[in-house]
């Protein structure tokens, strides 16, 4: 047949659709129609028709050129249906960065290009378009031409875009039931057959006065709706705002007079360099030695020079205290970037950073894909921490996107923490990281806590299950000195169950192997991996016996025997329940500030960041529960978690005291942390780890599969694990397939495989393998994720 090959010129862009799957996982060719050419650009979103059935999917532009294409390419090409974008919303090196993350995080192109976007241009939105004389018109209801039209308008500055999220109209709304009428309420006949109604009906008394919140409620939906069609309760709506308070009523703050080390730092980090020669810092500085001072100060060097700043902070302590310190430097060159945020918000940060405007940006890990252009430095603080890690799919470590971005731009890289991962140390000992001291508290006066090990084998206390004599002894003494106490409670896989006291049966979740945490402001039994929700039961479910009681400690249980324990005592509680709503942490860390409060209980959200100075003791309530975790990291977890919260006492003049209570005080995590001795915890672990080979000695890599069928899971694994052994070296370790610890949630079981390697050719071809297992039709239920570096192994 004769093909034409004297062609026209066209031009084509290429487009990454919003089909994750492997055989989609490259850019595609489509026409670009000559009415959208003016318009297009890289990085922009458009709809692309798409399959055989033309189904139109959203897609982004990763490339585009102008090609001679002959008759049959031209017929075999379809053509870009609509710009969604006015300009581009990647930048090149995002694009570029994509690309990167690809080959490192073994997921999909498309979900490393969407990691970079603000949410809401992945959702369900709509454009509005507004005039100068404010005239407003929804994109969605614009015809073809009027959309080509408007484009045109807003790239010649005659129209604005604004995006809203067709669902949520930029809002959170939350919903809760009030009780308007008492009386008749309590009145009201429930039939004798309808059990749940009458439980809901006293639930509903029990809390009259009250807004109950709809969220996490016990009762189903039927119940509420019945009780709504005889007017016994009313649905208040209450919309949460997008604006942010934050930035008003913030003091402004003057840079201090860096101490000796703190200069030298300064000055090295700095100081003019060969782009090719700068390595990162890995800033390695006790608690309290003035690490964020100088952050700041450094910002400040880059800001004047014309540039700007990236600083990450974990997610736990983007406290209030954080940012404003952030905020009283910069002002509203500041743009904060974190999950508490909602979409319009996110947005809102996006654009100013987009824009410019905004010079520093400060968030949580990923806030790394912000795009601010023209970087001088990046910082991450806390990096030991394992929040960095992103824990679903694309899995990246914010370490390695700032690595990839600090080459980009020729910035330079912080990396600080009072005790960094084992990995960074062991890359700075190697002299691929350039390591910076911080040896002293910052605060002429203030010095490294004691700290004290408190054997509970050998504390009987009848009085408290909590709490030995001496740490109770402690709280008292400081307390009458007008001081400050902080008391963490390591909850890391533990918290308080409901147990019969007959038969030992512990009430789990139907749907996932783990047992149900009481809850007892809702009085509820919640399961923290699905979200399941169920009332408490009177009698035993398995021998009816109504002995039926609450073990365990969670932070409510020790609030309240705290309270019985000690008189005239005000205690604040910062746990997962009590910040759920907006700036809670904030009012909560306000009023501990203030000293409306001489007790600060909490989780490990108290131990990071915060810098109170009447704080002399920190009481850490049961340091074990991390230790015993199935997680090659447990010590490491541990001995930080405790340095950092040990870092909480005597920040200013007043000595600090450290107590922590423990039942394995021979460990040397626990040990370790009482002497304060990271270089000491580094070589141990560093031995540990060497003869188990893991990180850092070998890198690792887990494959995870999920069935509803156990036998499935099993089966599938063993064929990956087999496939594995096929492409990789006899020097890679292939540990599994084993249970995971939780072997069952969701409904799903699941199996994991564990690789430990060194150096492997063939690792991204027999992963890439891996991922096509997925794609045939036998295996369309079975789920399989695959991590590298993983952090989580629960
Ligand atoms: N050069 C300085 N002169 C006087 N005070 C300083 C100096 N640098 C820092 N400080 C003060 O010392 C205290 C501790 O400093 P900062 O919070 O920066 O330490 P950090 O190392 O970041 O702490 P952590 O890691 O424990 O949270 C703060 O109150 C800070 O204002
Ligand atoms: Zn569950």
């Known amino acids: 047949m004769f093909i034409p090959s004297i062609g026209e010129k066209m031009e084509v862009a290429q487009i990454i659709v919003d089909v994750p799957l492997m055989q989609t996982d490259k850019p595609f060719s489509y026409i670009i129609p000559e009415e959208l050419a003016a318009l297009i650009e890289v990085g922009m979103r458009v709809h692309v028709p798409f399959g055989s059935g033309n189904r139109l999917v959203q897609g982004i532009i990763v490339g585009k050129e102008e090609e001679n294409l002959n008759l049959y390419e031209i017929s075999n090409l379809k053509a870009i249906n609509e710009v969604l974008d006015s300009t581009s919303v990647l930048t090149e090196e995002q694009l570029w960065l994509a690309d990167e993350m690809r080959h ?72 809760y039931i009030v009780i308007p009428d008492h009386k008749k309420l309590a009145l009201f006949e429930v039939e004798k057959r309808a059990k749940k109604r009458a439980e809901f009906k006293s639930f509903l008394l029990r809390h009259f006065g009250e807004k109950i919140p709809i969220k996490n409620l016990a009762f189903s939906s039927a119940q509420v709706k019945f009780f709504l069609a005889q007017d016994l309760i009313k649905i208040e709506e209450v919309v949460v705002s997008r604006t942010q308070a934050v930035f008003e009523a913030v003091e402004s703050d003057e840079p201090k007079a860096l101490n000796r080390e703190q200069s030298s730092a300064f000055e090295k980090i700095v100081r003019e360099q060969n782009p090719e020669d700068l390595k ?92 601010v252009e023209n970087l001088g430095v990046i910082i991450i603080d806390e990096e030991h921490e394992s929040s960095y890690k992103q824990d679903s799919s694309p899995r990246y470590h914010a370490r390695d996107i700032a690595i990839l971005r600090a080459k980009w731009h020729g910035a330079r890289l912080v990396l600080g923490s009072a005790t960094p991962s084992l990995e960074s140390r062991a890359r700075a000992m190697k002299g691929n990281y350039e390591l910076l001291r911080l040896t002293k508290r910052a605060n002429e006066k203030a010095f490294l806590p004691d700290v004290q090990i408190v054997d509970m084998r050998s504390q009987i206390n009848d009085r408290s299950a ?37 038969c030992g049966f512990v009430v789990e979740c139907p749907n996932c192997d783990i047992s149900l ?27 009816q016996s109504k002995k039926i009681r609450y073990y365990g400690s969670g932070t409510q249980k020790v609030q309240e025997e705290l309270e019985g324990l000690l008189t005239d005592v005000n205690i604040l509680r910062m746990d997962v329940d009590t910040t759920k709503t907006k700036n809670a942490h904030e009012k909560i860390l306000n009023k501990f500030g203030r000293g409306e409060a001489q007790i600060l209980l909490g989780t490990q959200m108290i131990a990071k960041g915060l810098d109170f100075p009447n704080v002399t003791l920190v009481g850490v309530i049961n340091a074990d529960t991390g230790l015993n975790l199935p997680d090659f990291r447990a010590s490491e977890r541990s001995f930080q978690l405790l340095m950092q919260v040990a870092g909480r006492a005597g920040r200013a003049d007043k000595k600090g005291e450290v107590l922590i209570q423990t039942f394995n005080p021979e460990h040397y995590a626990i040990k370790l942390a009482k002497e304060q001795d990271y270089e000491k915890f580094y070589e141990t672990e560093m031995r540990f780890r060497r003869s188990l080979s893991y990180p850092p000695y070998y890198y690792t890599v887990q494959v995870m599969l999920s069935h509803k069928v156990e036998e499935v899971a099993i089966q599938k694994a063993y064929e990956v694990a087999d496939l594995l052994r096929h492409y990789l070296s006899p020097q890679a370790k292939i540990l599994g ?58």
Not at 320 to 336: C, E, L, N, S
Not at 739 to 762: C, G, S, V
Request: hydrophobic share 35%; proline share 3%.
């Open 104 to 175: 490192r995080v073994f997921s999909y192109k498309i979900s490393c290009l969407k990691a970079m976007l603000p949410s809401l241009l992945n959702s369900n939105y709509d454009k509005v378009y507004r005039d100068e004389a404010g005239k407003s018109w929804y994109h969605s209801q614009l015809t073809d031409e009027e959309k080509i039209d408007f484009s045109k308008r807003v790239r010649s500055d005659q129209l604005t875009v604004t995006y809203l999220a067709k669902s949520k109209e930029n809002r959170k709304i939350e919903k």
């Open 280 to 371: 990162p810092f890995l800033l390695e500085g006790i608690t309290g030695s003035g690490k964020t001072e100088v952050y700041l100060q450094v910002i400040s060097h880059f800001l004047e020079q014309g540039k700007t700043a990236l600083m990450l902070v974990p997610e736990i302590s983007l406290t209030p205290q954080i940012t404003h310190r952030f905020i009283a430097r910069f002002g509203d060159k500041v743009a904060i970037m974190h999950s508490g945020l909602s979409d319009g918000e996110k947005y809102d940060e996006w654009l100013k950073i987009k824009s410019g405007q905004a010079k520093v940006v400060v968030g949580a890990r990923s806030a790394i894909f912000s795009p």
């Open 737 to 794: 397939p084993t249970a995971r610890p939780i072997a069952r949630t969701h409904n799903l079981y699941h199996y994991q495989i564990l690789i430990k390697y060194r150096f492997e050719n063939l690792l991204e071809e027999a992963l890439n393998g891996v991922l096509e297992l997925t794609q045939r039709r036998e295996n369309k239920d079975l789920r399989i994720l695959i991590d590298s570096e993983p952090q989580n192994f629960i």
């Open 517 to 543: 945490t009481l809850h007892m402001d809702t009085r509820t039994l919640n399961c923290h991996y699905c979200g399941h929700v169920q009332g408490i039961p009177q009698t035993c479910p398995n021998c």
């Open 466 to 502: 909590n709490f030995s004599n001496v740490l109770l002894e402690k709280v008292k003494e400081k307390i009458s000195k007008n001081e400050q106490v902080i008391l963490m409670l390591n909850r890391r896989g533990y918290s308080s169950f409901v147990m019969c006291r007959d």
